[in-house]
């Protein structure tokens, strides 16, 4: 080939060498990732990056994982370069969201926040404070001051709203969620409020090749969806109304008989009696002077007799639930009174959602939802469900309905069936380290022993109680979280602080069918302590002072708006705080901007989770750019600094809202064993060795041995996290199936009843008519005379907006914002494609590029999210459209699981099926 | 027809379009390896995926000519503009992150094309709801066996390897005629304005070399995409296009002998007037597809409703499990070498 060997074809072969390789992946949450990469350096710059396939297959029959990644991850070295990097502490110069900023030393950036943050808790206490958590793991150890201040972290579930109200609701848990390779495995795959063609670009090969493999796969949508290009059946569905669907296909299966009986008697709270006069749960103390009021009854239909449904084991035993009937029971004051089972009364509700009836809420062929049910009842089957549902108002209703469909299929527990949600590993090794009594693995030995002690503490009055319970119950606590021991449930911090008292009040934004105000709940809420005194009373007085986002974007995400947050929020702040890589919307608003080293700059690991069953490590190709640091510096650093300038205004301790007295000496002291652990390599391997005593990594593993390798698999969950909510226990050589000790060893679950739980008898729930999942219409959110229904869901070429602005990834769409719209509603409005549109809700109102397809549903508009609010005319975005409304009931408590712990229980914001309308703009 | 078409073996490629999710990850990976930060590359995107039915890149490309006739006769077709290409687009970041000008100032583009982008029409498709459809088209130069651009170029730059087919340029010799572009009618040549040459796929030669796949290949999260020689029986790139008959070239009326292959795409049932669904009906509309890959598509589309019925059934099915791909490397043919365990001798 002699025309090669010049210097055209040498020219080329010179672009791809490079001078080193290193082990990279992506600290983020991208539903959640864990990619294993390789990062190339020449000349001391990162020229690109790419997937390392390196996965073994972990079960036989099963496709390997390779080449996990995506566009993101495969152009993540192009934004260390970007002209959006921040290279130099930045000063804001000019007004706020101005832009004009001014170089300043790290010294002089962290003296101006440290004295910002005494100022703070000299005035108000730590609690004016504030964090919001952030999706990207590696940006967490900026905030090390949380755990020596006492700071409140505001809950991730609540702040990106990822979680599954109705699987909590059900199981007492939200996030039971198989590793993904188990997606190759289901017979029936119901990709139902998920997007995975956008979302799940690295695992979406699982789903085709389930359907290469026999399965079925069925999209259902409003749109059109890219999920359903790839479907053999799209059910196009009226927005909001999945409860209905699904409570129809129960009706089916219910009707024809298909219902796994024995699953539904042993799994559910299904054969639970209620009692006919009022509407709850038989309880035990009710029929027993001497018995608990926990305790709930079976009628065994063997010897026709009341009996007590363990609260030890789901094995029905010698006993034969009754799923019918009524029947008479003696009360304990001798009383008589009927009781029926939760079956029975779901039976008669389920005579509303008839297919035909249901057919006419869904917009739905009647014939459809049999042919459906069928499907269901008599396959594998598994929802492919992504973060949608619980975003909308009624979500926990989808999801309860979802989950009555699954269980009576008797479909979780066993690979290929189940549903899913995010699932992420803690890291004990991380979050051990202030606390275990040294550094070493000998300490890590001692502090895990004695955190066992402590955990059968946790159960002494209650033997029955599952590991599953007391992870929960210790959680609740939150003294064993480390870095989320401070986590608070924002929604009272957004109500009184955040000016969200009044848009929670509108009527429009609610259930028309609620009995009370919103003040109401709120305010039962908080007398009743259901959230704690700390989360909930707090923030009635005091205001924040210092608002600190590290590698968060609030000015983005938060829903309600960027002029909310403006509005009511940044005239309280002293001091705005933007650490991150990037200049966003926030940074832009912010008082100080402190650049973080890039990914590739810094040792991370991959956010550790079920999906993936596998530490990954992300080590350092090349120095931070400029100025920047990795974000432990910067944690310790400002730490450091906090010190230093206590100490020069004499200021030695403080006291919390709690009256808890808090030092503010050796502070980096204690966060670093004395200063053992101070720098980023030793703190990192030391980490790991101490996961590896903890049992989440192999024996031996150490920074070293995971350089030589890329990646572990896990070999246990660890103590904090999701990872034991899965109830299921790792094995070697087994994908991951969760429920597993629930339906294979019959360990009850974490919930009121102690069983899958559809029947929720909570005061609120009966008022609101909710104490069995229902179908309710979308609220009038946006405005009830708007013609329009926005939805939206995570877009295809960024996590959240973190790589948004990557000139690379902005070329591989139009480069901007877009909203969606069905072609003859188009046609309607007179808007062409590519058209400047404005569309407004009764919250807000914004700019943005109209794109037309007839994939989109006439009436939806469709915004995918994740745009940089600085990339629209005037830098309004959807979020301010969304009156970022909570349905009351995530307020409600004291009812066995319906209780708050981190991530877990709580109000989140609803975002979709937004009322708005469109028009063009002309220039 | 060229006389330098003839090539020992042929490397070709196959995309599996029900597995391809059009998340770009090839074109990415391809414009990081390839045309980042270059001399006059902006606009370049070796690899695009576009939605079917769509005008793609360059917009409307299908019409715009070139190829043989069935007589062999060369046909020069119309040269893409730039603004058909689209894209090319850098941003204000400054002005809007730095420049103290708060809303006035938001992220647009500040160079490039203003109506058009190399996925501007992405996920549009065709059809009316509820029955809408589209597919992702990944595109790249087709290394044509009867390959026009080779034929059309008048400086004897082009020639078609003879180790691998590949269809490749020597930019030194080459003087920017674009008579390449013209004849394509893929139209998958972009012309470099600063350098004045004309640049194209070049098959990842570099790593093809060194036994590592082309990116395009090694880099595809959705399992997508094969390579291999098309002679090589232990490739699955050979058993999809000769053996099985599941993947089909691309326009073979343009009669180039085109050397990447594709998976025609299955679609979910469409809904009948009352919303039922119709299992026996197309929600692609045949001409669609024919107008792709010719009246075999139909045939194609027939093996593979047969195989995925089979594994339905419980039945073994080989089609079915090459395109499962078990085993990732298979997807690689013999090119299965990591490239991190590369170390180079640098002068």
């Known amino acids: ?923 | 027809m060229p006389d330098n078409k003839k090539s020992k073996r042929q490397l070709a490629w196959v995309y599996d379009l029900n597995k391809c999710i059009g998340c770009q990850t090839c074109s990415v990976a391809c414009k990081m390896l390839w045309n980042n930060e270059e001399e006059g590359a902006d606009h370049q995107w070796w690899m695009t995926v576009n939605t079917k039915p769509g005008a793609g890149t360059p917009r409307g490309w299908e019409s715009m000519g070139g190829g043989y006739d069935a007589k062999g006769k060369l046909h020069f077709g119309r040269l893409p503009t730039p603004e058909e290409f689209g894209g090319g687009w850098d941003f204000n970041y400054d002005d809007v992150l730095r420049g103290g000008k708060g809303r006035s100032a938001h992220l647009k583009k500040i160079s490039g094309s203003k109506t058009w982008g190399m996925n501007w029409d992405e996920d549009e498709g065709g059809g009316e709801f509820p029955n809408a459809y589209f597919f992702y088209l990944p595109r790249m130069c087709n290394h044509c066996t009867d390959a026009a651009c080779v034929e059309a170029c008048p400086s004897g730059a082009m020639f078609k390897r003879e180790s691998d087919g590949l269809v490749l340029r020597d930019e030194d010799a080459c003087t920017g005629s674009q008579q390449c572009a013209s004849a394509c009618p893929y139209k998958k040549i972009y012309f470099n304005e600063a350098r004045g040459v004309s640049q194209h796929c070049i098959g990842c030669f570099p790593r093809l070399e060194q036994g590592v796949a082309p990116v395009c290949v090694r880099q595809c999260p959705g399992r997508a995409a094969f390579v291999g020689f098309l002679d090589d029986e232990n490739s699955a790139v050979h058993r999809l296009v000769a053996k099985h008959r599941v993947a089909l070239p691309l326009h073979p009326e343009f009669n180039t002998t085109p050397n990447v292959f594709y998976v025609p795409p299955l679609a979910p049932a469409p809904l009948r007037e009352d919303g039922s669904w119709d299992e026996n009906a197309s929600r692609i509309p045949p001409n669609i597809l024919e107008d792709l890959f010719g009246t075999e598509v139909h045939g194609a589309l027939e093996v593979l409703r047969s195989e995925l019925d089979k594994k339905r059934r419980g039945k073994e099915s080989k089609v079915m499990d090459e395109l499962i791909l078990y085993q990732w490397k298979d997807c690689l043919g013999h090119l299965t070498r990591d490239p991190a365990e590369i170390v180079w001798k640098r002068s």
Request: hydrophobic content about 35%; glycine content about 8%; aromatic content about 10%.
């Open chain 1, 1 to 923: 080939m002699a025309q090669t060997d010049s210097n055209w074809a040498d020219r080329y072969r010179e672009k791809w060498t490079w001078d080193s390789v290193t082990w990279g992946t992506h600290s983020v949450d991208c539903y959640p990732g864990g990619c294993p990469f390789r990062v190339y350096t020449k000349n001391g710059r990162i020229v690109r990056e790419e997937q390392a396939s390196i996965h073994t297959p972990i079960e036989a029959g099963i496709p390997d994982r390779n080449p996990m990644g995506c566009q993101k991850g495969a152009c993540w070295s192009h934004c260390h370069y970007s002209q959006d990097r921040i290279t130099t502490p930045l000063k804001r110069a000019g007004e706020r969201g101005e832009g004009k900023w001014q170089e300043v030393s790290w010294d002089e950036a962290l003296t101006d926040i440290a004295d910002a943050m005494l100022d703070a808790i000299e005035e108000q206490g730590p609690e004016s404070i504030i964090t919001p958590l952030t999706p990207e793991v590696g940006a967490q150890p900026a905030r090390l001051f949380n755990r020596v201040l006492g700071t409140p972290t505001s809950d991730g579930n609540a702040e990106f709203q990822d979680f599954s109200p109705g699987w909590h609701l059900t199981w007492g848990v939200f996030n039971p969620t198989s590793s993904m390779d188990d997606w190759f495995l289901a017979d029936l795959t119901l990709i139902w409020h998920a997007n995975p063609v956008y979302t799940n670009i690295h695992w979406y090969h699982y789903l085709a090749e389930s359907r290469y493999n026999g399965g079925e796969i069925v999209t259902i949508a409003p749109d059109y969806s890219a999920s359903a290009t790839h479907a053999d059946y799209h059910q196009p569905i009226r927005i909001g109304t999945d409860a209905a669907l699904a409570l129809s296909m129960c009706k089916v299966i219910i009707d024809s008989g298909l219902y796994q009986k024995q699953f539904v008697q042993e799994q559910t709270d299904l054969p639970l009696l209620v009692r006919k006069d009022n509407g709850r749960f038989l309880r035990g103390n009710e029929v027993y002077d001497w018995d608990r009021e926990d305790q709930f009854f079976w009628w065994n239909t063997l010897n026709g007799s009341l009996t007590s449904a363990p609260r030890n084991t789901l094995a029905l035993l010698d006993v034969d639930p009754a799923l019918e009937g009524t029947f008479k029971v003696t009360l304990s004051d001798l009383s008589e009174i009927e009781v029926e089972p939760v079956f029975q009364l779901l039976k008669r509700h389920l005579e509303d959602y008839t297919p035909e009836r249901a057919g006419e809420i869904c917009e739905i062929a009647p014939d459809n939802i049999r042919k459906l049910a069928r499907k269901v009842a008599t396959r594998k089957t598994k929802i492919f469900i992504g973060w949608n549902s619980g975003k909308y108002y009624h979500g926990d209703l989808m999801e309860r309905a979802m989950a009555l469909l699954l269980g009576l299929t008797g479909n979780w527990g066993k690979k290929g069936t189940g549903t899913r949600s995010w699932a992420i590993m803690g890291m004990d090794g991380d979050a051990f380290m202030a606390r275990k009594p040294g550094p070493g693995q000998e300490a890590a030995q001692k502090h895990i022993a004695s955190m066992i002690a402590m955990r059968k503490l946790v159960s002494v009055n209650d033997p029955t109680m599952t590991p599953e319970m007391v992870q929960n119950r210790a959680a609740e606590v939150a003294s064993e979280l480390g870095g989320m021991g401070n986590m608070i449930p924002p929604a009272f911090l957004w109500y009184y602080q955040f000016g969200y008292k009044e848009r929670w009040n509108d009527p429009e934004n609610n259930d028309p069918t609620m009995k009370r105000s919103f003040d109401e709940y709120v305010n039962e809420a908080i007398e009743k302590g259901w959230f704690g005194d700390r989360a909930s009373k707090v923030f009635q007085h005091v205001e924040p002072r210092v608002f600190f986002e590290s590698g968060g974007n609030v000015l983005r995400r938060q829903r309600g708006g960027q002029k909310q947050l403006l509005k009511h929020l940044w005239p309280k702040l002293k001091m705005i705080v933007s650490v991150d890589y990037r200049m966003t919307t926030t940074g832009l608003h912010s008082d100080y901007v402190l650049p973080a080293a890039q990914h590739y700059e810094k040792l991370v690991h991959s956010m550790m989770s079920v999906h993936h069953l596998r530490f990954v490590l992300g080590d350092k190709a090349t120095e931070p750019l400029g100025d920047s640091l990795p974000d432990v510096e910067i944690g310790f650093r400002l730490v450091e600094k906090i010190e230093e300038r206590a100490a020069k205004r004499g200021l030695t301790e403080f006291k919390d809202c709690e009256g808890n007295v808090r030092s503010l000496v050796g502070l980096s002291d204690q966060l670093s064993q004395g200063g053992a652990l101070r720098e980023e390599e030793v703190r990192f391997d030391e980490a790991i060795r101490d996961n590896a005593v903890y049992g989440l990594l192999p024996k031996g593993t150490t920074l070293e041995t995971l350089r030589e390798k890329g990646a572990v698999r896990f070999t246990s969950w660890g103590s904090i996290g999701h990872g034991i909510s899965q109830g299921s226990s790792i094995r070697p050589d087994e994908i991951h199936t969760p429920m597993r000790w629930h339906v294979e060893d019959k360990v009850p679950y974490d919930t009121l009843v102690r069983r899958a739980q559809y029947y929720i008898d909570h005061d609120w729930f009966i008022e609101a008519g909710e104490a069995l999942p229902t179908h309710k219409e979308p609220t009038n959110q946006g405005g009830a005379q708007r013609r329009f229904l926005m939805t939206s869901g995570h877009n295809r070429w960024s996590i959240h907006s973190m790589n948004m602005t990557n000139n690379i990834l902005l070329n591989t769409h139009r480069g901007e914002p877009f909203v969606f719209i069905n072609d003859d509603d188009a046609v309607g409005l007179g808007i062409e494609n590519g058209d400047k549109v404005r569309m407004t809700s009764n919250a807000g109102t914004m700019l943005i590029q109209a794109k037309i397809s007839p994939s989109v549903r006439p009436g939806q508009l469709i915004v995918y999210n994740g745009f940089e609010p600085y990339m629209h005319e005037e830098h309004y975005s959807q979020a301010d459209l969304e009156p970022g409304h909570v349905k009351h009931l995530g307020l409600a408590g004291g009812y066995g699981h319906l209780t708050y712990r981190a991530f877990s229980w709580q109000p989140i914001p609803a975002d979709r099926a937004v009322r708005c309308d469109i028009e063009k703009v002309m220039d």
